[in-house]
């Protein structure tokens, strides 16, 4: 993502995260920030379509720790999935290693999204008390099933919306191929992959988790920035 974009993006978030912002002003400056990392997804998306060359399909490899780390990787699968990108879940000790796919902006912005998003699930897991008399851990995984909810279904809005601002067809067939593109790749490297069973919370806490996912920033800022204390994608790692 260019530099002008970034600071763009990191000065919308700023505002929205002052303590001082009200929360209609934070909202307002939250979903500018999401508006930004669309367009430009779609903006690179149509031109690759004319020089395949400034966009590859590429791969890169995410490491997601404990504790909750099923949950974690259930978050990245909610950003990858309405970006254009595809994750493959692979057990690693007592976390998993996530191997992404897609084309290179969009893992660029799967990176920006995820990053941010698990500082802002971190802060809001803190804030939220733990009803009475319910197991914390349950609780805990649930709130976050329901942030991750919500954040997948913000971002294909946002997605959509970038992509009827162009008002032509090609810009829906650009998108699907590019979809169909990333499938195929995965199919090439993992021929015989199968899909993981639906997972049964029984926690209390996804509807906090949801409200926590309709407030959060869609568009967080350099990585750099604000640390996580989880270990950056890194690719290609074929």
């Known amino acids: ?12 978030l700023a505002q929205a995260e002052d303590p001082a912002c009200t929360p209609a002003e934070s909202a307002a400056f939250t979903a500018k920030a ?20 400034t966009d ?21 699968a909610a950003v990858a999935d309405p970006l254009r990108c595809r994750c493959v879940r692979r057990p690693d000790g007592s976390g998993f290693t996530l191997h992404l796919f ?5 893992l660029e912005r799967v ?17 939220t008390a733990v009803p009475p008399g319910e197991q914390p851990a349950a609780f805990r995984r ?12 913000r971002l294909r809005a946002a997605e959509a919306g970038a992509a009827a ?20 790749r995965v199919a090439e490297v993992y021929p015989r992959l199968r899909t993981a069973p639906t997972r049964r919370l029984a926690g209390s ?11 959060a920033d869609l568009g967080g800022p350099d990585p750099v920035d604000r640390p996580t204390g989880r270990t950056p994608l890194r690719g290609p790692s074929r």
């Open 1 to 12: 993502m260019s530099e002008a974009m970034l600071s763009k993006v990191r000065k919308l």
């Open 34 to 53: 999401t508006e930004l990392i669309a367009r430009y997804g779609v903006d690179r998306a149509l031109l690759a379509a004319r020089d395949p060359t």
């Open 56 to 76: 590859p399909v590429g791969d890169r490899v995410v490491d997601v720790v404990a504790p909750y780390a099923r949950d974690k990787a259930g978050l990245l």
């Open 102 to 106: 897609g084309f290179a902006s969009d």
């Open 111 to 127: 990176d920006l999204l995820f990053t941010s998003l698990l500082v802002q699930a971190a802060h809001g897991l803190a804030g």
């Open 142 to 153: 649930s709130w976050l099933a329901g942030f991750a909810r919500v954040v997948a279904e």
């Open 165 to 184: 601002e162009r008002g032509t067809p090609s810009v829906a067939l650009v998108l699907a191929d590019r979809s169909d593109r990333v499938a195929r």
């Open 205 to 215: 806490g996804f509807g906090a988790g949801a409200a926590a996912g309709h407030r």
